[in-house]
């Protein structure tokens, strides 16, 4: 084979090799597909509001809100305690020495009985100041019988009269003064001053012994009490204030009685204390029960009677840890809105709606939890 023909091979491999790599490159470029263009991300929804897929709805129930007189009650931590005017605390009037005790913790007491004999050097001024009063009174009493007599018959003149009748009424007032004086002290001679009970009832404690050095505003030496004379006091948290009326039926549950007791709202504080946020409800029993003591604790549940608003107590969420939410389905399939309420305490499973929600709204009662992440717990 020549030269020449060897040369020209070569520039037609040189040739058929360029057209195969242009016509590979064309095809490759001619199959592969064009990227695809950017899609647009989907706007967010607001803040509280969430749209479910429906295959998630199935894990949410909705219900709609409704009134419900049975569930309309308030629960509360209530004490038993004396009526007022059924428990007394003896305290001695004057400063002075205890000389004898005449009753011990336990004993029956009535009204006048002696409790404790006292000995106080005050009381014998007390006492010799209503005599010295009283005689002085009737002086001026005298004088002032004898200047009238005396202006009658002209001897004696205007001004003179009206200082004996001045003088009178001092000494009136001077003898009231001492008498409201030894009305601390009481009946007796000297120095002797006797407690006596004030009402009849049980002797609740006694501090008072024999020789005990005594000041006036003390301590109380002896406390009496009747036990019949009994209410219940309840503690009945702000918010759910709005719930108790006077006259509203309550039933009362004492871990020592076996039964609850029946009885209504007599009385609702007006004051709210500031350290606990509750208000004293005064509650008065249909019968007395056997057994009851002051200072017993146990619960109430206080009837309301209006209807109002119920939910599960799983329908409401806290967030923040103080902020009750609940979850209400719009008109959209899906779609569900945060909704701030104002809820009272739990009752039996259920929870008070007092603001925030209209009767046959549709509210989440089951999976609300799955619907807010920031939500701290269930109520």
């Given amino acids: 084979m020549g030269p020449d023909l060897l040369r020209g091979l070569g520039m037609n491999r040189t040739l058929l090799l360029g057209l195969w790599a242009f016509s590979t490159a064309a095809c490759s470029g001619a199959s592969a597909p064009p990227a695809p263009p950017e899609r647009a991300a989907p706007a967010p929804l607001k803040e509280g509001v969430v749209q479910l897929a429906e295959a998630s709805r199935a894990f949410v129930t909705v219900t709609p809100v409704k009134a419900d007189a049975s569930s309309a009650a308030v629960q509360a931590p209530a004490r038993v305690a004396f009526r007022d005017g059924a428990l007394s605390r003896v305290v001695p009037p004057l400063a002075g020495r205890v000389v004898s005790v005449h009753v011990r913790t336990g004993d029956t007491v009535k009204p006048g009985d002696a409790l404790v004999t006292l000995d106080c050097p005050e009381a014998a001024a007390a006492r010799t100041a209503v005599a010295t009063a009283t005689a002085t009174l009737r002086e001026a009493q005298l004088a002032f019988e004898r200047e009238v007599r005396m202006f009658e018959q002209g001897v004696t003149t205007e001004r003179e009269r009206l200082a004996a009748e001045t003088r009178l009424a001092e000494m009136q007032a001077e003898l009231a003064r001492a008498k409201a004086s030894v009305g ?71 871990p020592s009685v076996h039964a609850p007791l029946a009885g209504k709202v007599e009385w609702v504080g007006a004051v709210v204390a500031g350290g606990s946020r509750t208000a004293p409800v005064r509650i008065t029993l249909d019968t007395p029960a056997n057994g009851l003591r002051p200072g017993m604790f146990g619960r109430v549940r206080i009837d309301s009677p209006d209807a109002i608003l119920t939910l599960p107590v799983e329908a409401v969420l806290l967030r923040n840890g103080k902020d009750s939410v609940v979850y209400v389905q719009e008109a959209a399939a899906g779609t569900y809105v945060r909704r701030p309420v104002v809820v009272a305490q739990p009752v039996d499973g259920r929870v008070q709606v007092i603001g925030g929600l209209s009767p046959g709204e549709q509210v989440v009662t089951r999976g609300a939890l799955l619907l807010d992440g920031a939500a701290d717990q269930l109520l």
Avoid: I, Y
Avoid at 211 to 232: K, Y
């Fill in 184 to 254: 601390f002290v009481g009946t007796g001679n000297g120095t002797t001053v006797v407690l006596r009970a004030p009402l009849a009832g049980t002797v609740l404690s006694r501090s008072a012994v024999d020789g005990l050095a005594v000041q006036p505003g003390g301590d109380p030496l002896v406390e009496v009490g009747d036990p019949s004379a009994l209410w219940v006091m309840a503690d009945v948290f702000e918010r759910d204030l709005s719930l108790v009326h006077e006259g509203a039926r309550v039933q009362v549950t004492l």
